[in-house]
Nanobody, 124 residues
């Protein structure tokens, strides 16, 4: 089974950019759909962005559309989340997850393997 591992979180100011990485051990991420989720204190975990494995199609939550970009580097077995124009409301722990689904899915229950998360804080 695949084990996602996130990195790249940190403290940034509003308007800054940050790139998160999701590397994998065990199996290649190119065989899975991959999603990024986030969870802010006191809130439920929510879908941010996803990439299907079959056609590498990207899909996004409305709150990040136009600001965040998900991409894959299969040679490095890594999926990235480029986050631009960050806002304080983007502050959360960001999780990478893998799914067997071949269609775009946003429900946490549809994802089978989860990383431990990386903290992103946007504050002036």
């Amino acid at each position: 089974q695949v084990q996602p591992v996130e990195s790249g979180g940190g403290l940034v100011q509003p308007g800054d950019s940050l790139r998160l990485s999701c590397a994998a051990s065990g199996h290649t991420l190119s065989s899975y759909g991959v999603g990024w989720f986030r969870q802010a204190p006191g809130k439920e975990r929510e879908f941010v962005a996803g990439s299907t494995w079959s056609e590498n199609k990207a899909h996004y939550a409305d709150t990040v559309l136009g600001r965040f970009t998900i991409s894959r580097d299969n040679a490095k077995n890594t999926v990235y989340l480029q986050m631009d124009s960050l806002k304080p409301e983007d502050t959360a722990v960001y999780y990478c997850a893998a799914t067997f689904s071949i269609v775009p899915v946003t429900d946490t229950d549809m994802y089978d393997f989860w990383g431990q998360g990386t903290q992103v804080t946007v504050s002036s």
